[in-house]
């Protein structure tokens, strides 16, 4: 294949690990998003006694390093009997610290919202859901999409790291070609960049098209 002794068979392993990739990155954005959204109400309207252990759990989680969280997580599953399989330690902890950056995006929309704003929406009688649904987090969502959008490209290249747990992704796949392969590790990890390239292009370019689409209806 190109001229290289890389097979499409190889080519295959690789995409299998991409599907692996690619399965990850959806449960923990799925996950991370829906307590990021959770946690950034919390952290924009709660009292201080709740606020701040919230945000010093969530300051743990951005602050270790994933790959550690990673291990640390599996090794007190294991301890304790869960029997998790890797694929769901991998997401879990995953989520947990997409949920940690999304809480933050989500707090940082909501609070660049007008307070002028939102104060006409209380004097129109709208009870505090209805202007969050209604005014808040539409304006809010503008602010945190391209926010999010990078970190939904980063939680796709953060998936490497479940290698540690046993878990055979897109780089791991890489890995273990090249370890038959050592002469042609250039091709396979320039085939591995262009799969991550190809499914983080559609994407960015949704977040593109999303942003420009809200500015012509400004």
């Known amino acids: 294949m190109f001229g290289t ?3 499409w068979g190889d080519v295959s392993f690789m995409a299998s690990g991409a599907g692996l990739t690619l399965a990850i990155t959806f449960w923990a954005m799925l996950g991370g998003t ?3 959204l959770v946690f950034g109400l919390i952290r924009t309207q709660s009292p201080w006694y709740v606020n701040y252990p919230l945000g010093a759990l969530l300051d743990v989680l951005r ?3 994933l790959l550690i969280q990673f291990i640390l997580f599996n090794s007190f599953q294991s301890i304790l009997g869960w029997g998790m399989n890797p694929f769901v330690t991998g997401c879990l902890v995953l989520a947990a610290y997409t949920a940690a950056f999304c809480t933050e ?3 940082g929309g909501i609070e660049a919202v007008p307070v002028t704003v939102r104060k006409a929406a209380r004097s129109l009688g709208m009870t505090y859901w209805q202007d969050m649904r209604h005014i808040v987090l539409p304006l809010g969502t503008r602010v945190m ?5 990078g970190l939904s490209l980063g939680v796709m290249k953060d998936t490497a790291l479940v290698y540690a747990i046993g878990v055979i992704e897109l780089l791991r796949s890489s890995q273990i070609i090249i370890t038959r ?4 590790a250039l091709a396979v990890l320039a085939i591995a960049g262009l799969i991550y ?3 983080s292009l559609p994407v960015s370019r949704l977040g593109a098209r999303l942003e420009k689409k809200w500015r012509e209806h400004d």
């Open 145 to 149: 999409l391209p926010s999010w959008i």
């Open 181 to 184: 392969k050592p002469h042609e």
């Open 105 to 107: 995006i989500v707090r």
């Open 34 to 36: 829906l307590a990021g």
């Open 197 to 199: 390239f190809l499914v």
């Open 63 to 65: 602050s270790v390093p």
């Open 5 to 7: 002794s890389v097979t």
